[in-house]
Nanobody, 114 residues
Framework: VQLQASGGGLVQPGGSPRLSCAAS????????MGWYRQAPGKQRELVAV???????NYPDSVKGRFTISRANAKNTVYLQMNMLKPDDTAVYYC?????????WGKGTQVTVSS
């Protein structure tokens, strides 16, 4: 499984960018996809996950502001981010779980600054 993330960049506080992650390869085996982020000096943390059945989960830090969705026909998962804060500044990573295998895409930088 290969994951290609896009989106991000420099965003003003309160902005609403959308990240995309396209999966290729053995996509039939994927049952969970998600987004994680890592800020400078901090550990990588979960941002959002979605199962093949459409169930989602978010940490309190982004709940109500971020929405993860999945377009199975396009093998793509999206992360809609709203009301961004400077604390959301991080490298965002796409993630996929296929059985016992975990796959990561290259990160995409999101910087929230005026």
């Amino acid at each position: 499984v290969q994951l290609q993330a896009s989106g991000g960049g420099l965003v003003q506080p309160g902005g609403s960018p959308r990240l995309s992650c396209a999966a290729s390869g053995s996509i039939f085996s994927i049952n969970v996809m998600g987004w994680y982020r890592q800020a400078p000096g901090k550990q990588r943390e979960l941002v959002a996950v979605i199962t093949s059945g459409g169930s989602t989960n978010y940490p309190d830090s982004v709940k109500g502001r971020f929405t993860i969705s999945r377009a199975n026909a396009k093998n793509t998962v999206y992360l809609q981010m709203n009301m961004l804060k400077p604390d959301d500044t991080a490298v965002y990573y796409c993630n996929a779980v296929a059985g016992s295998q975990i796959y990561w895409g290259k990160g995409t930088q999101v910087t929230v600054s005026s």
